[in-house]
């Protein structure tokens, strides 16, 4: 008798804590908590945007959601991030379609050297892409906006001016922007941008490959004296949410959420934009950075060693059963479209 009363309370008491500690859902019980993940520093372009959203939802949706944002890895790691956010690790989480290129085949199309001009330009695109062909590497998750950095250039402790400059010279990418270092004949070293202010101190490597905002957001100005302008290619990001969160919302949030989407891929790039600009305004005048400006001839020889990867890319991605000679008109067309809007 007294041992059932006593497994009756645990029972009880077992249920209170599990509500306690369930995410609360409908206005009734107060706002819906959503953790939003992503892996770099909070200074960093991606954390930016995150803040602007999460301001954005919580404004629009007059308190019925509150947003907690865990930058630097505090809840999710850079190459964790779909799974995590699959798995319900975290409700909503940014990630670098870079560091999977292998899982995002179609979307890192936009990684190939198609000379996009700039962040805001190609994260519409990006957006663009993923909304006409919806592929199926995001089928399990809900897609809430993709965006994409302005062009990658070379910031480096050794000045590159030319190609012999970068011969076997060890510098940070990774996916396609880590392709084309390669087809130049540098050593490329894959990692996520939040390992590599470590590798750069520790001399793992001698610069990165990258757009150039992070020379001030995270300090690379004080270790890479030098810049290269290639204004090349770009790395693509999606933010992603976990189904069951985004199923368990109310109509009127997921409305919300859904016409901030391209709003948000727009607001990131013409953030991106400017920010690089400003960027590389205080590197040269606080830390002395050269900006190297190659020779047109010498840039000719650059480009030319980029021809066979787009090539390469419609070859591989074929074999997996894409349009891919199709998807890459479409991307150069939707380019040119969105650059002269
Ligand atoms: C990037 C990633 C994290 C924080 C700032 C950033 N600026 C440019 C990128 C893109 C990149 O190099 C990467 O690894 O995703």
């Given at each position: ?8 309370w645990t ?29 770099p520093?909070?200074p ?8 602007r959203?999460?301001?954005?939802v ?6 019925q959601?509150r947003?907690q944002?865990?930058?630097?890895g505090?809840?999710?790691?850079a190459?964790d ?6 798995a319900?690790?975290a ?18 199309a936009?990684?190939?050297p ?8 190609g ?5 663009d ?5 919806q ?7 809900k ?9 990658a ?8 001016r030319?190609l012999?400059?970068l011969?076997?010279l ?7 922007a880590?392709?084309?270092l ?12 939040s390992d ?12 990165l490959?990258?757009s150039?905002?992070?020379m ?29 969160a ?7 949030v997921?409305?919300?959420?859904d ?29 002395g ?6 020779p ?5 020889k ?9 090539a390469?890319?419609?070859a591989?991605a ?10 890459v ?13």
């Amino acid at each position: 008798m007294k041992r059932q009363s006593f497994c009756g309370w645990t029972a009880v008491l077992a249920v209170l804590m599990i509500m306690g500690t369930a995410p609360v859902r409908g206005a009734a019980a107060g706002p819906v908590q959503l953790r939003y993940a992503n892996f770099p520093p909070a200074p960093t372009f991606p954390c930016v945007q995150m803040e602007r959203w999460k301001t954005e939802v919580e404004k629009r949706t007059s308190g019925q959601v509150r947003i907690q944002t865990f930058p630097g890895g505090t809840l999710l790691d850079a190459k964790d991030m779909m799974d995590g956010v699959i798995a319900g690790q975290a409700d909503i989480g940014c990630l670098s379609m870079a560091y999977q290129p292998g899982r995002f085949v179609l979307t890192n199309a936009l990684s190939l050297p198609l000379a996009i001009p700039s962040a805001r330009v190609g994260s519409l695109v990006l957006w663009d892409i993923y909304q006409a062909y919806q592929p199926e590497s995001f089928a399990k998750v809900k897609v809430l906006t993709m965006f994409t950095t302005a062009p990658a250039n070379i910031m480096s402790k050794t000045p590159v001016r030319s190609l012999a400059n970068l011969k076997g010279l060890d510098l940070r990418a990774s996916g396609g922007a880590a392709q084309i270092l390669t087809a130049w004949g540098a050593n490329q070293v894959g990692m996520p941008m939040s390992d590599t202010p470590e590798a750069l101190q520790k001399g793992v490597v001698q610069g990165l490959f990258s757009s150039l905002e992070v020379m001030k957001d995270l300090k690379f100005a004080e270790i890479c004296p030098y810049i290269t302008m290639t204004e090349t290619v770009i790395y693509p990001f999606a933010v992603v949410m976990n189904l069951d969160a985004w199923k368990a919302l109310p109509e009127d949030v997921r409305k919300v959420m859904d016409d901030l989407s391209v709003e948000q891929a727009e607001w990131t790039g013409n953030y991106m934009d400017g920010h690089v600009e400003e960027a590389v305004a205080w590197s040269r005048q606080h830390h002395g950075v050269e900006v190297i400006t190659l020779p047109p001839a010498e840039k000719a020889k650059w480009d030319a060693l980029l021809e066979p990867i787009t090539a390469g890319w419609i070859a591989d991605a074929n074999a997996k059963g894409f349009p891919a000679e199709a998807i890459v008109k479409d991307i150069r067309h939707r380019l040119s479209v969105r650059a002269g809007q």
